[in-house]
């Protein structure tokens, strides 16, 4: 497996800004459509035996099945055509509810492209189904001496089309494939259907649905099985907070046992004799406050009024429109300023580049967001974090950033005039620190709540008055493998 340095967060903002309509004007060409369809389905589908047994495995949830049994004999019978094994072998999880009315067509013309068994629409067939039963079934063919299945589970690549979520979802499951000793993991393309798509943008997938998709796929598919590899960073995220209060969490994080904390950094004041803990993993960024708000209005909305939201243009559009109600840029005069900042309910304790001790640092009594960055894109491509020069890094002691180097980008947005700067990359935000760990701690007060998200996954996180809650965040031993369409 080829490897390549991941993308840094110092590349070009002009780039990052016209990403979109660069892909787009790309798909237009040519080369797409001189990619024979046949050509291409000898290159990415899988012996039809092989698809059929991954599909009964996943249905059945049975690797064991008589009927895959039968399956794995057929091709080994005396006098059979042996299978032609794929230069290149794929398949694709779609979320066929993202990208407004594309979802479905894509689902369509990806199973003319290289099957139906290889195609798996996420609202009946899920990452881990497909871990625990699909690939299950390959690796026992292969244990039993089947060369074709063996070397297709060795070439195998994912194929994800969907937003940033839907992403960090399948890498999540494909990245079990680690702790259970599983190799290799396979190493995953994208094909942009979100909002933002800055997982995409950020490994030279695109950041848009491509105008002349129909072409574009069948390019894209061909690429996916030569591009080479690169890796990821993944943050594990804990949560401990009072036991109580139910929390309406997104799809990535999940309730677990009580699971204490780092013990190398004691906690501040007493801790109530019950908790609820909840854990997930995060690609790209995980927020706490004012982007986290309007991210939440944002998706209730879109969850409530679906037709509002049918592309990312309308999204965009509406997103912006919540940015104003929410009052990221005008705060209500009867609001008591000294409430707005998140240094009212929040400390910041970090693990410093070089250094293995916890640090608490300061929070900026103007901001009203505070950002752990992974990625060189946010918000649909924008460079936060900023070119920051060499002598810079050195006065601050950042080196730097790349997505795979073991360090967080702390920074913090203040109002909504700020961030628009921020985001049309007229300014950074505000460095506040480079981390190999984070500890969020957060008391109520006269907050209630406060609102985070990971990925643009947002929740509403009630606080306490008497006790805190806490948001510890570490680097995934393993990383994830990706393609880079770069």
């Not at 499951?173 to 995409?200: F, H, M, W, Y």
Request: proline letters at 6%; charged letters at 20%.
């Amino acid at each position: 497996m080829s490897s390549l340095v991941a993308p840094t967060r110092g590349g070009s903002s002009t780039a990052s800004g016209r990403s979109s309509i660069i892909d787009s004007l790309r798909s237009c060409t040519f080369s797409g459509v001189m990619i024979h369809k046949e050509e291409l389905k000898k290159k990415i589908m899988m012996p039809e035996y092989l698809r059929l047994a991954m599909k009964e495995a996943i249905e059945a949830k049975d690797v064991e099945a008589d009927t895959i049994s039968q399956l794995y004999e057929k091709p080994h019978v005396a006098g059979a055509e042996p299978p032609q094994i794929p230069e290149s072998p794929l398949v694709v999880f779609i979320n066929s509810k993202s990208g407004g009315r594309h979802g479905p067509k894509l689902k369509a013309r990806l199973q003319t492209l290289m099957g139906e068994e290889q195609v798996f629409d996420l609202s009946s067939v899920k990452p881990h189904e497909f871990v625990q039963y699909g690939l299950a079934c390959l690796e026992k063919f292969a244990s039993l001496g089947d060369t074709f299945a063996k070397e297709t589970r060795e070439k195998l690549r994912v194929v994800v089309a969907g937003g940033d979520g839907t992403v960090g979802w399948v890498l999540g499951c494909l990245g079990e494939l680690n702790k259970q000793g599983r190799l290799p993991v396979p190493p995953a393309a994208i094909i942009p259907l979100g909002t933002g798509n800055d997982l995409s943008r950020s490994f030279g997938w695109g950041g848009s649905f491509p105008f002349n998709w129909k072409s574009s796929i069948k390019r894209t598919l061909d690429r996916i099985g030569n591009d080479p590899t690169c890796y990821l960073d993944s943050w594990h995220v804990l949560i401990s907070m009072p036991a109580g209060e139910d929390l309406e969490i997104p799809y990535s994080l999940k309730a677990t046992e009580e699971t204490p904390l780092d013990q190398e950094l004691e906690a501040e004041g007493e801790l109530p004799e019950k908790v609820s803990c909840y854990q997930g993993v995060f690609y790209n960024y995980f927020s706490i406050g004012m982007d986290a708000q309007v991210a939440y209005g944002f998706h209730h909305l879109r969850n409530e009024k679906p037709y509002l939201a049918q592309g990312p243009i309308s999204n965009k559009l509406i997103y912006s429109g919540y940015s104003c109600m929410q009052g990221w840029f005008c705060t209500p005069c009867t609001s008591d300023p000294g409430l707005r900042g998140l240094k009212n309910i929040l400390k910041i304790y970090i693990k410093r580049v070089n250094c293995s001790g916890w640090e608490k640092i300061p929070v900026p009594s103007s901001v009203r967001a505070i950002v752990a960055l992974n990625l060189p894109s946010y918000g649909s491509g924008r460079n936060p974090w900023g070119h920051l020069k060499p002598e810079y890094l050195e006065k601050r002691g950042f080196v730097e950033a790349h997505a795979d180097d073991g360090f967080l980008e702390i920074f913090g947005l203040k109002q909504g005039w700020h961030a628009s700067m921020v985001m049309s990359e007229i300014i950074s935000a505000k460095h506040i620190a480079q981390a190999l760990a984070i500890r969020f701690e957060l008391r109520g007060g006269s907050w209630k709540k406060a609102y985070m998200q990971m990925d643009g996954e947002p929740w509403k996180q009630p606080l306490d008055n008497e006790f805190s809650t806490f948001v510890e965040i570490k680097r995934v031993p393993f990383r994830s493998v990706m393609v880079n369409g770069q």
